[in-house]
């Protein structure tokens, strides 16, 4: 590849790192902003929390579709209408004041606006980087990640200070318009933009699977199975987090100079962003099975610390870093390995399928992990259900998908017909 068309990918990993962050802010700040739409509403915080949950059932469920128009359509165009609409989401939450009017802007607008983004940045990012696939996903989910670290305090501060309302117009133009700016530089690449997947390590599909030969395929709910386990798993621990602090007499204590639960939760925001391209990266070396088998029995271990080490404050802020750590990596090897077997030409519509096990531990982490807790009267329960999913995850990476995975491959190159023309990479 020439240094001008290896220039042009890495500005199309930029421009699609900044559209993440961009985007990222309504789902990590939506807690500023529940108690003022709860005085403004006349609800209360399970009536307005619905609001994060239509968010991201709309981000998740839905993005099958989204790929398909992003497949169908302007790459560019459908990120930058994304962009504009997550930023709507909020200038319109901002002019509302019933729960019925939150719902419809914020989460609906919201949700349909990140969705398209998400999905859209990982399907171009495939595309570009079949040589460095894992670290490219992991680079702009990284951006999704830790975006709303840059905007968390200028939005907390402008909440005190000007409301609300204001607050939500103003960042919701900012974000949505800069989104939208980065997003008209993406594009596609063409015929010859892209370099071969190279053979090392890994198993690269040179054929194109298309969405309904793909969800016929085994290989395909075995990675949709996996990728729901540790999604549960590890919103499991996102969502009870402050609860298993408190619970332990850890959340108050002082650590480091700060307070135990806060400094946590920024440590934990901080290593589930920079795990995604470190995996993504390990990944394109070692293959993304043994990654996976890695990856996932390190969460395993360290959950098992975390509760071992439960009572003391900085042996739980530490660890519940290394937990994240080896937690936020699904949301590059997963899209890595998808398109390693499944091939690039309808990758953002076949992502969409498989990002939809992402909506599905949504609503069973936290929800079921807190029905067990309240049942059993102790999160040991959860931690056990946690580590046997990673555990169990980790043993069908290696013994079952690796080898399913060369299976197919191999009968790849048998049955060509049966999944269309040869990719591009």
């Not at 993005?63 to 459908?78: E, H, T, W």
């Not at 419809?104 to 998400?118: H, N, P, Q, R, S």
């Not at 840059?150 to 974000?175: E, K, Q």
């Amino acid at each position: 590849m020439d240094t001008t068309l290896s220039r042009q990918r890495w500005l199309q990993l930029g421009l699609g790192l900044v559209a993440m962050m961009a985007i990222s802010s309504p789902q990590y700040v939506w807690t500023l902003f529940t108690k003022p739409l709860i005085a403004t509403t006349g609800s209360t915080l399970p009536q307005i929390q619905w609001t994060f949950t239509i968010l991201i059932v709309l981000q998740t469920f839905f993005s099958p579709v989204q790929g398909y128009l992003i497949d169908r359509f302007s790459p560019k165009l459908m990120i930058a209408l994304g962009a504009a609409l997550s930023g709507l989401g909020w200038v319109l939450a901002a002019r509302v004041d019933t729960l019925l009017g939150v719902y419809a802007t914020y989460g609906l607008f919201c949700g349909l606006g990140t969705g398209i983004v998400y999905v859209g940045i990982v399907g171009l990012m495939v595309k570009w980087f079949p040589d460095r696939r894992g670290f490219a996903v992991g680079v702009v989910a990284a951006g999704y990640g830790m975006g709303a670290m840059l905007s968390t305090f200028p939005i907390s501060d402008m909440l005190t200070a000007s409301g609300y309302r204001h607050t939500l117009t103003v960042f919701g133009v900012i974000l949505g318009a800069i989104g939208a700016l980065a997003a008209l530089g993406l594009r596609a690449p063409r015929a010859g933009e892209v370099l071969p997947a190279p053979a090392r390590n890994l198993s690269t599909c040179v054929h194109d699977t298309t969405p309904r030969v793909m969800l016929r395929t085994p290989l395909f709910w075995l990675m949709f199975v996996m990728m729901t386990m540790m999604s549960t798993g590890g919103l499991m621990v996102v969502a009870n987090f402050a609860s298993f602090a408190r619970d332990f007499g850890v959340a108050d204590a002082i650590i480091f100079g700060f307070v135990a639960l806060p400094f946590a939760l920024t440590f934990d925001r901080i290593t589930n962003g920079l795990t995604r391209p470190f995996f993504g990266w390990v990944s394109d070396r070692i293959g993304r099975e043994n990654t996976m088998g890695i990856a996932f029995a390190a969460e395993a271990a360290a959950i098992a610390l975390l509760l071992v080490f439960r009572e003391n404050p900085y042996a739980f802020a530490l660890l519940s870093g290394v937990v994240f750590f080896a937690w936020g990596e699904i949301f590059s090897l997963f899209p890595s390995i998808l398109t390693d077997t499944f091939g690039t030409k309808h990758a953002t519509t076949n992502y969409g399928f498989l990002y939809m096990a992402q909506g599905i531990g949504s609503l069973f982490g936290g929800p079921i992990a807190a029905w067990i807790y309240a049942v059993q009267g102790s999160w040991l329960p959860v931690f056990a259900i946690i580590i046997t999913l990673d555990v169990l995850t980790a043993i069908l990476a290696y013994f079952v998908l690796k080898p399913m995975r060369r299976r197919w491959l191999g009968g790849m190159a048998e049955i060509p017909a049966m999944v269309g023309k040869p990719a591009l990479a």
